[in-house]
């Protein structure tokens, strides 16, 4: 059975648009005055006004600058290109294959489905996964044949009872690799009452990992599904309440990751480097198979982060040679773009997503600050027709700034094409400029509201960011430089005007808004979700606003998961990336806008799972 064929599950929800306001909200008096226009008196706190060379005041973010010196950059160290390496790890990998292939003659009726499950969930947030995909596949095929959509499963394939942990387990991995399982049977775990999961004779560590497994598996969640609403409740407050007192350091630092780091903010680099420390500090270790799971995680994060360094390299010297680096006004970020990019994808034949990806995202964002800050009404309206006629000779008159941006923005969309072209078989470009065409748009509405001191409704507001999010754009080139060939029926599943591309585009835009719209307004940048809201609902507070807005964003989530995870006719791998890179996003805005201002959360994060190797 195919997931799709849990299809009248969300049936009534997939395509439908959510209420605008969510009743339980109940509004205040206002606390906060907005004002739709400023003046030079009225300069916002984060931002200031300087004089160009011609005389003209222009606004500025007062952005940090870059963070990673080219240098630096070029310095960092690619060993593990050692071919003894490789060596090492290919010999891994054969015994760890002949040890999956073992385990039909060696796993006991008892306790073989927890068994297999926990070999393929090792192995995925060890994040060495895509050697062992045939493997994968075999058992969990095997587990699917015992699953039961009323009762789950036991532990083992001759278990006499279900077994909450087991079942929790099993339904996240099965979902997530799409196989066609129901949350209903979670019911069968409660209590007569209904409120909280029923739990066996466990020790307190097996209850512990019983509800962390039943908290990874709620995140998992499609439209509609209460019993996954009620088990994220549940589980959540359990944990939060036991984590204090848990002698067990592993598996606290283990619900602490999950906790802070949910599905939708839990990249696989993040995930695989915070995942060896935790395995291996445990004691089953010293299993023969623990212990070589640990040793190729290990040397295949260290193997990874080497393809990473030379890409960095890559990567900074083009920034260099573009002349992007020339632009002081805007954010430099085109390390925190590969980040990005690089947490999510792993695989080292894909250098042309990771480098391109980060290409397209600092275009967008020097295009960004150009429109919200930099750029002149007047100069704006003349740059985005010359960028739609896509020819350098309409900037004449234009300043020097918008014409580099705009140099190196049509030579890397061009190079883009050129590099899907190798795998589509098909030229691109025109697809692609049409896209770019539409975002530019966008990006000049929201100045001309920006200039005209309006705020507009949240629908309106959100109908045109979707598209000025800048995902759609940063995506679809890279999308179709992997080696998977999309026809332009496919592609329309994934791309505008799909229901998946306008999910990501949609959550990407809430989540930057509720991030930065403190941030954006103390630069003179007034209109955002927030600021709609507030002019939709009069009364209503910025609290009010973000509680809507974040219960909004888990409800599209949902659906987003029900777009990725259903079975169509688009290639996984296409889906998978451009899915994967919006757990990026909500990772890299979990804390505040991580890419206007990296130099904490994000640089962190980037010295932990790009820069720093793991000790061996």
């Known amino acids: 059975m195919s997931l799709g064929c849990i299809s009248p599950l969300v049936s009534t929800m997939v395509g439908q648009k959510l209420p605008l306001r969510k009743p339980c909200i109940q509004h205040k008096p206002f606390t906060k005055v907005y004002r739709a226009r400023r003046s030079v008196a009225q300069v916002p706190i984060n931002m200031a006004l300087i004089k160009d060379a011609e005389g003209i005041t222009r606004r500025i973010g007062n952005h940090h600058p870059n963070l990673w010196d080219d240098d630096f950059l070029q310095s960092l160290s690619k060993s593990y290109d050692d071919p003894s390496y490789g060596g090492r790890a290919e010999k891994l990998i054969k015994e760890i294959k002949d040890m999956f292939n073992a385990l039909h003659l060696n796993s006991s009726s008892a306790d073989d489905l927890y068994q297999r499950l926990s070999m393929v969930d090792d192995v995925e947030r060890l994040g060495i996964d895509r050697h062992f995909q045939n493997e994968i596949k075999e058992n969990l095929d095997y587990v699917y044949r015992y699953w039961n959509d009323t009762h789950g499963i036991g532990c083992g394939r001759e278990s006499s009872c279900v077994d909450l942990n087991t079942t929790a387990l099993g339904f996240r991995i099965l979902r997530l690799h799409r196989y066609g399982v129901s949350s209903g049977m979670l019911q069968q775990f409660k209590s007569k009452d209904g409120q909280i999961f029923y739990?066996?004779?466990?020790?307190?560590?097996?209850?512990?990992?019983?509800?962390?497994?039943?908290?990874?598996?709620?995140?998992?969640?499609?439209?509609?599904?209460?019993?996954?609403?009620?088990?994220?409740?549940?589980?959540?407050?359990?944990?939060?309440?036991?984590?204090?007192?848990?002698?067990?350091?592993?598996?606290?630092?283990?619900?602490?990751?999950?906790?802070?780091?949910?599905?939708?903010?839990?990249?696989?680099?993040?995930?695989?480097?915070?995942?060896?420390?935790?395995?291996?500090?445990?004691?089953?270790?010293?299993?023969?198979?623990?212990?070589?799971?640990?040793?190729?995680?290990?040397?295949?994060?260290?193997?990874?982060?080497?393809?990473?360094?030379?890409?960095?390299?890559?990567?900074?010297?083009?920034?260099?040679?573009?002349?992007?680096?020339?632009?002081?006004?805007?954010?430099?970020?085109?390390?925190?773009?590969?980040?990005?990019?690089?947490?999510?994808?792993?695989?080292?034949?894909?250098?042309?997503?990771?480098?391109?990806?980060?290409?397209?995202?600092?275009?967008?964002?020097?295009?960004?600050?150009?429109?919200?800050?930099?750029?002149?009404?007047?100069?704006?309206?003349?740059?985005?027709?010359?960028?739609?006629?896509?020819?350098?000779?309409?900037?004449e008159g234009l300043p020097e700034f918008m014409k580099l941006t705009f140099k190196a923005f049509d030579e890397g969309v061009r190079d883009m094409a050129q590099e899907a072209e190798k795998s589509q078989g098909r030229d691109t470009l025109d697809y692609a400029r049409k896209a770019w065409e539409v975002y530019i748009d966008a990006y000049f509405q929201e100045a001309k509201w920006l200039a005209m001191g309006y705020i507009p409704s949240l629908e309106e507001y959100l109908e045109n960011g979707k598209v000025s999010s800048g995902s759609r754009v940063v995506t679809l080139q890279p999308v179709l430089s992997l080696d998977v060939p999309i026809s332009n029926d496919v592609l329309k599943e994934i791309d505008y005007p799909s229901r998946f591309n306008e999910l990501l585009c949609l959550t990407l835009r809430l989540r930057g808004d509720t991030k930065t719209f403190k941030a954006e307004a103390d630069r003179g940048e007034v209109v955002s979700c927030i600021t709609c809201y507030m002019k939709d609902h009069p009364g209503s507070t910025e609290e009010d606003a973000l509680e809507y807005l974040n219960y909004f964003i888990d409800e599209k989530l949902k659906e987003l998961n029900w777009e990725y995870l259903k079975i169509d006719n688009v290639p996984i791998t296409a889906k998978d990336h451009a899915y994967a890179l919006s757990k990026g996003l909500q990772l890299l805005y979990k804390e505040r806008d991580g890419f206007s201002v990296s130099s904490i959360e994000t640089k962190n994060l980037i010295m932990k799972t790009m820069i720093e190797p793991v000790p061996m």
């Open 199 to 395: 739990l066996d004779n466990q020790s307190n560590e097996e209850e512990l990992r019983t509800i962390l497994n039943l908290f990874r598996a709620s995140l998992i969640a499609f439209p509609k599904e209460q019993a996954l609403d009620d088990a994220k409740s549940f589980s959540i407050a359990y944990l939060k309440q036991d984590l204090p007192n848990i002698n067990n350091t592993n598996i606290s630092k283990e619900i602490e990751f999950n906790l802070e780091y949910r599905w939708h903010t839990n990249v696989p680099r993040l995930e695989a480097r915070t995942y060896i420390d935790i395995y291996g500090d445990t004691t089953t270790t010293n299993n023969i198979f623990n212990s070589k799971l640990l040793e190729l995680a290990k040397l295949d994060f260290n193997m990874i982060q080497s393809i990473q360094h030379r890409e960095l390299q890559i990567l900074s010297r083009w920034w260099t040679e573009s002349g992007l680096a020339k632009l002081e006004f805007a954010r430099h970020r085109h390390v925190e773009y590969y980040f990005w990019a690089a947490g999510v994808c792993i695989e080292p034949k894909y250098s042309t997503f990771r480098i391109g990806f980060a290409k397209m995202s600092s275009f967008v964002t020097c295009l960004d600050d150009i429109y919200d800050t930099y750029g002149t009404l007047d100069e704006l309206k003349i740059f985005t027709e010359a960028i739609k006629r896509w020819d350098l000779a309409s900037m």
